[in-house]
């Protein structure tokens, strides 16, 4: 089917409202690149697939793939060598967790859906890597003290010397002199030091370093001598917390990395069951069905009549005029393949053509069509 006939059937329009249908990015991705097939096992296969996901959401209609991101770009990163950021790791680990449900969830009704089974069969789980992200690294993105015995140590380490240092301020505020020169009584950071704000005019009354200035100019920042060594080993123990958490991070992204392929496979695995759950939510908005797939071809797998290519389409609605379609029924190819619609301008002719037309590329594309249930198109 060529590019112009498929745009005056308005596919492209369907294909935007199966995306509407999908959970993640990567699924959203195939339903807007789905195109027709000629192939009749495929599009079987396909169809086979929709109907398992209307049979799924029967069962459980609040069945959904869960949290699963499009993590494939931040694994191949990962896999190249770059330190992921926290988030990215979460997102990882959260998309793990939940293809690791989803595959368990799929198994436990392998016998009742086998066509969903096999995709989900090829999920990877690797609950190593997602217990070693949770473990390291908290829902917000902020690493955890149990991520090391390292960074534990460096961290408890930096609460005892903040609170020392803030302490010492806190007795330079209140002193008589302090009261004197501060500007406020509250102790600030500037440029990653503790500060205390000073009277302009009394600035000499103050020994220390002045970080900055306020934007009216009444204002200085000044850090007091008596705390400045106490300061230059807070920020020594904070640089040596950012390089513990860049190598708990370069680990973590490395550990992924190694299983680049099984990860960009599992994705592309969950994309392809939750673009056939989308089409089982359209399907259920559309009161849509997966008609019976027929050939022109010879084919052995097919009873006779089948194998004839015979159009035949019942309460057949247009699926972008919703409720405003009126039910069309139609056939073709059984006693006759030249059919003549006629009729007055507005009496449908266009409509009736286009719903044919459309339904049949939506049919090889396994999606399902507004007919009911008895209609038959061939591939």
């Known amino acids: 089917m060529d590019d112009k006939s498929i745009e005056i059937l308005d596919f492209p329009r369907i294909r935007e409202i199966l995306a509407g249908f999908t959970a993640f990015s990567a699924s959203h991705e195939l339903a807007i690149s789905i195109q027709p097939l000629s192939d009749y096992e495929q599009i079987s296969l396909l169809l086979g ?14 069945f959904s793939i869960g949290a699963v991101f499009d993590i494939r770009e931040a694994v191949t990163m990962a896999a190249r060598g770059k330190v992921l950021e926290p988030q990215r790791l979460i997102e990882i680990q959260q998309t793990l967790a939940a293809m690791c449900r989803l595959r368990s969830s799929l198994g436990k009704l392998s016998q009742k859906l086998p066509l969903l089974w096999n995709i989900a069969d090829g999920i990877v789980e690797l609950p190593h890597i997602e217990e070693h992200i949770a473990n390291c690294i908290a829902p917000t993105g902020e690493l955890l003290d149990r991520a090391s015995p390292t960074l534990a140590t460096v961290r408890q380490q930096l609460r005892e010397l903040r609170q020392q240092l803030l302490q010492r301020l806190e007795a330079i505020i209140k002193s008589p002199k302090g009261r004197k020169i501060i500007q406020e009584p509250f102790i600030t950071e500037r440029e990653g030091r503790y500060v205390i ?8 009354e103050m020994k220390g370093i002045v970080h900055s200035v306020s934007n009216t100019g009444a204002t200085l920042f000044v850090e007091p001598w008596a705390t400045v060594e106490l300061g230059n ?4 123990l904070m640089m040596e917390e950012e390089r513990e958490i860049e190598r708990i991070l370069r680990n973590l992204s490395a550990e992924v990395g190694i299983h680049e392929a099984e990860l960009c ?11 056939a759950l989308a089409k089982a939510r359209y399907a259920m908005k559309a009161r849509a069905t997966e008609p019976i797939l027929t050939t022109f071809s010879e084919n052995g797998k097919l009873t006779a009549d089948e194998q004839v290519g015979v159009i035949r389409l019942v309460e057949a609605r247009h699926p972008l005029l919703t409720e405003k379609a009126v039910p069309l029924y139609v ?3 059984r006693d006759f393949s030249i059919l003549v619609i006629t009729g ?5 002719k266009t409509v009736a053509l286009k719903t044919i037309g459309l339904l049949s590329l939506m049919t090889q594309a396994g999606i ?6 008895e209609s038959r198109i061939p591939v």
């Open 344 to 348: 007055p301008n507005t009496g449908g």
């Open 49 to 62: 697939q929709s109907a398992e996901a209307r049979r799924l959401l029967s069962l459980e209609p609040d």
């Open 331 to 333: 056939e073709i190819g």
């Open 197 to 204: 704000p000073v009277k302009v005019e009394l600035r000499r």
């Open 233 to 236: 080993t807070l920020r020594e």
């Open 368 to 373: 399902p069509i507004p007919a009911s249930e």
């Open 265 to 275: 496979h599992s994705v592309a695995l969950v994309a392809e069951l939750d673009l």
